[in-house]
């Protein structure tokens, strides 16, 4: 490919809406242009890179005996329905664009197929003979994502391979899910990437294991935990540690006692109480009075005691929550912090100047959830004829973090403003808070499988995830098969992710400099520039354009720089568009010399143009191999 | 591959969804599944079918020197609203999906790029240096269909490759164009398919010339007329023709006169009217009544003269109403019979009482459209806030076609009932039509271009189109260049469009007999399946799994029928789903000999195992390379 013809347009500053190094570089080098807000072209660059990571992706699923098939990007809501998953991923925070059809039908763009290849898996899935099958696609997939940003990273339309698969029993697919695991190991070594594979939470897809993949790299949007030893990864939504040990009270507390009250005026901060009375975070208890809403319109108050030098996990938290009342409400859509001014914006029956916010304790009386005087008693349910009907839980859900159902004494509120108690106890206060695991594990912490490692934080960039599913939607869908005994039995399921469009942005935010993008030779657009220094000198011309010609006979992707340019502009724009070799044909050109540059460590060999093709091919090769072999 | 993991679930009936033969074999074959109205699944022998016509598409486009890309499927209304085309996609008819995002934007799901890229050329395309530029992808595309039918055929979802290319001037243009229309060709014949290059209508794309290519079959959704003589084929939407000669009306006729008052009561047809009469339909002027809606809201009566042995085209009407109006009124939305219904549904504040239907004349008075006195007159305009306000026009638009228009002498309704006119002119009326041509060329008229060569029809799929669209989107959209001289002006574009997976469909509708399909080899899932008739049969077991190895070994796309079905099963299976060659492994294993089958004309050889490798591989190559040589 000649660079005149190329459409190559490159940008000499940073572009104002770029944040970040990958993003910055894909805009400047002529990789992607924006549309609308998360929504990109990818140029003819970017899609030769796409394609080259389709390509070993392809691969590895087909090594592994997966069957590509494309399933509709247009998906009917029934099925949504019939999985309890279409209030979830519409209402609220859901993150699926849907649409009415001119038949009056709804339909989402799909987010992830789990629910089309359940129905299409009860239709053609009905023996333990056609056990296992792994059906994958790479295809755009459609995300309403409340902040798009950092350009492909989150974007609300980009390119995923996705997997399901199906099993017999649990066995096989613990098996495939291995299988997967490798494939994935294999599919961003190959790509030349640096990823770690980490325990992860399974959210909204469900499941009971999943396992993510993160590029690390300082722009990464994840925080992830990793012990120095290597054994243990996961992501913070998920990341278990011990916590320090709590400093015991220094009053010695009456046993099965309510504490005594403490005057606090103006101490409503966990920072405030301890400067003022000496005490040590751990020794508090601190109480969050949080709202969930579900699908059935159903809001239930929370009420969450966690100690206090303890952050809450939102996502441990949710699961938490899901796990009691999912079952009766659908999906839990949100938690939110319980004020004045969401009681007002969901217009929602309660009162909440009663409550003592500042100075709550893990007893705070249900009473406290007052129906609100001016609120009309008909008004509870009463809702636009579209949403769900309000529906309020007068009663707290109250959960506790272990690290505060284990103190034996502590310091919280006397659910009375301006006062604490000190060396208050669950028997006193009459509760028997079950022992959850609700906290952020956090850098430092000391590790479960090993108190003397610490867990360290580093940022990755998730480019894949793998789930087992077991049989959440198959039960839910109806998707059964007749095993070797002749029952039927609903299918196990595992599914399987790759974000290809973030994976070439990834990419890059690990492998680029200064002044550009140093590509992985097995994804780069191409593999090798060879660039004409002056146009003007016909000697320069013909060996550039014999060199050409070899290396692209010899199956090399190669691009000539044959525009009329200044040498240095082309140099600038091969090293920001990032092309693994640069050829340099110059004044050597008379001796039939070149110039042979690599970019990333920018290594430079003068040698003869009779050698340029043996010693590409042997460089390429091995970078190529050494990225084969599997960690 | 082995039939045993291909997750291969053929039916034996025909599904009651399908009508054509090609859905009905994709169908049974397992090479789709519905999920909704016009949308598929497309399971894994389908997805090899389409991956092998891309690659051929991919071939020749690159092979042209056209860019791949991707372009979002999500549109920011904006762009629509700038080529103004979101109303008429959108409104009506309009068949964009259209949804709106959680920041309340609205957006187009893509039916095609035209919006995006000239936006992206307007971005990148600055100087004559860049160009000419020819951007392609091959993507999923969206349209809210009318009556989705066919499966793959006239979908809601489905595969194109759409290219749009980028010239400094109109002979530029040209060029590519004719560039496409050699590898479009190339493109059906490498696939297989007998395709035929007609005149066509620009439609809603807009632009000077377009081209459609079709491939014939019965099942065909478009008519086209092509002269014997192969020297002209147009869609019947553009076709053109020479029209009978009229006979002259018996009496003569008074110069200029009005004519003759004819008692005609209940004679509201044309053939009521010639049979009471004894006229010939070719002495008559039909007369219809119809209703243009525009994108701003405007309604514009319409008067329509037409011989009366002739056929209204509604495509060349459309295309004249709007080169009239579309620039005061913005797109054409829809033109309908203007009924005493429609006036109701649409509320238009107008009273069709006075309308003499069934005894019009050309010359109807404006004043006919009326007022509806029912009416209060503030309501004309008043509509939904989100809909432009209805206006409509009280004279009538009236066109008529040529072979009206140069009648001398005729018979038209008296616009009153129960009464014609006999040896009406239009001097005499007082009219002077401008003669069109809005009449539909039928089978059997006699060509422009040849008086002795009739048009004769068939029967087409259309499976590409391709078109010269001037500068309708660089004006409208700002899509300048700086020209040789210096001088800014807007870009040339051209479009260029084919449908992937209906050209997939459009295959097997060409290429299927009574027991399945017959694919061409070239886009075959596989080539050959090696069937192992007996699975019991060590021996055969062997010589079908060592010419399995052979032959993929080769290259070849095999399939290996493991499965422990009778070998009948296996056969019709074999059939169904339509691969070239059939390599069976039965009872002559012994001897190591097998037989050969082609699926299309069922030839069969008996062979030596050790020759199926060379015969298959000239047998194949015979097939591709004929289907090479450019027609």
Redesign the interface.
Known sequence: MRVS???L?TLRDDPAEAEIPSHKLLLRG?YI?R???G??????LL??V??KISTIVRQEMDAT?A??????????AD?WERSGRWAGYTAGEGIM???T???G?E?G?GPTHEE?IT??AA???RSYR?LP?N?YQI??K?R?E?RPRFGLMRG??FIMKDAYSFHADEDCLRQTYAAMDGAYRRIFQRCGLRAVAVEADSGAIGGSASQEFMVTAEAGEDLILTSADGRYAANQERAVSRPSVALPLAAAPRAGGVGDRLSTPGQTTIEQLCSAHGFDPSQLVKVLLLLARFADGQFQPLLISLRGDQQLNDVKLANAVSARLSGAHGALLSIDPLTADLVRSERLPLDLSEIPFGYLGPDLADQTLAPDPSHRSDTAGVAPPTTPAVQLTRSFLRLSDATAAELEAFVCGANAADHHRVGASWAGLGLQPESLDLRAAQSGDRCLHDPDQCLQAARGIEVGHIFQLGRKYSEAMEARFTNESGVDEPLWMGCYGIGVSRLAQAAVEQHHDADGICWPVAIAPFAVIVVIANTQEAIQVELAESLYAELTAAGLDVLLDDRTERAGVKFKDADLIGIPWRVVVGRGAAAAQVELVRRAGREKLELAASDVRATLEAEIGREIAGATLVA
């Open positions: 013809r190329l459409l347009v002529g242009r549309i609308s807000s929504i990109y072209a990818y140029l003819p899609w030769r796409l394609q005996g069957l590509e098939t494309l399933l509709p990007q247009l998906q009917p099925l664009f849907h649409l059809d001119r038949q039908r339909l763009l089309v129905a299409l239709d053609l899935l056609q099958v059906l295809q755009t459609f309403d409340i609300r339309e």
